[in-house]
T-cell receptor
Framework: IAGITQAPTSQILAAGRRMTLRCTQD?????MYWYRQDLGLGLRLIHYSNTAGTTGKGEVPDGYSVSRANTDDFPLTLASAVPSQTSVYFC?????????????FGPGTRLTVL | GQNIDQPTEMTATEGAIVQINCTYQTSGFNGLFWYQQHAGEAPTFLSY????GLEEKGRFSSFLSRSKGYSYLHLKELQMKDSASYLC??????????FGAGTTVTVRA
């Protein structure tokens, strides 16, 4: 079934540890996005990639990094996790990064940093 | 930055209607989206408006007034499965989506 997969589903992490959240899509979408969702704040954009080989910063990029080596994969790395990064992380993709283009979301990763 | 406001919670009875309002102030405008999100699940696309007026999709319809910075999502013939959070999102001049905090709709029997 075509779509977006994320791994892990959930993770408990000690503060200071490095963690990579994985995201893979098989729809050959050009644009991919990482959001975090916190109660009362809604979805906030962390990083995005309009096409393979390019990335950009969103609203809340500090403490996170991304790479886009190919069309399908868009991993999100927390170099040294802090408790404020406890959140639900959603990866999304869209065919293009343009007007009217719909974003499709993965199932999410629930991350707890202790 | 973006400012997108929608009510936190709404409750309605099965078979009735509910209208969720969304007001926005953004740097540029390239469309407004509504997403549905059931608890513990991913957001799923419901509707898209870029021109003023009403878009209808079965039991759901969405309205946009660009001059007023206003949209609403209208749900009719409510079913229990419509209990979910509804997210209003605006695409800005850089084609990035900014989301409101979401409106939790509870449908009661």
């Amino acid at each position: 079934i075509a779509g977006i997969t994320q791994a892990p589903t959930s993770q408990i992490l000690a503060a200071g540890r490095r963690m990579t959240l994985r995201c893979t899509q098989d729809m050959r979408h050009n644009a991919m996005y990482w959001y975090r969702q916190d109660l009362g704040l809604g979805l906030r954009l962390i990083h995005y990639s309009n096409t393979a080989g390019t990335t950009g910063k969103g609203e809340v990029p500090d403490g996170y990094s991304v790479s886009r080596a190919n069309t399908d994969d868009f991993p999100l790395t927390l170099a040294s996790a802090v408790p404020s990064q406890t959140s639900v992380y959603f990866c999304a993709s869209s065919e293009i990064a343009g007007a009217g283009d719909t974003q499709y979301f993965g199932p999410g990763t629930r991350l707890t940093v202790l | 930055g973006q400012n997108i406001d929608q009510p936190t919670e709404m409750t309605a009875t099965e078979g009735a209607i509910v209208q969720i309002n969304c007001t926005y102030q953004t740097s540029g405008f390239n469309g407004l989206f509504w997403y549905q999100q059931h608890a513990g699940e991913a957001p799923t696309f419901l509707s898209y408006n870029v021109l003023d007026g009403l878009e209808e999709k079965g039991r759901f319809s969405s309205f946009l007034s660009r001059s007023k910075g206003y949209s609403y999502l209208h749900l009719k013939e409510l079913q229990m499965k419509d209990s979910a959070s509804y997210l209003c999102a605006v695409r800005d001049s850089d084609y990035k989506l900014s989301f409101g905090a979401g409106t939790t709709v509870t449908v009661r029997a």
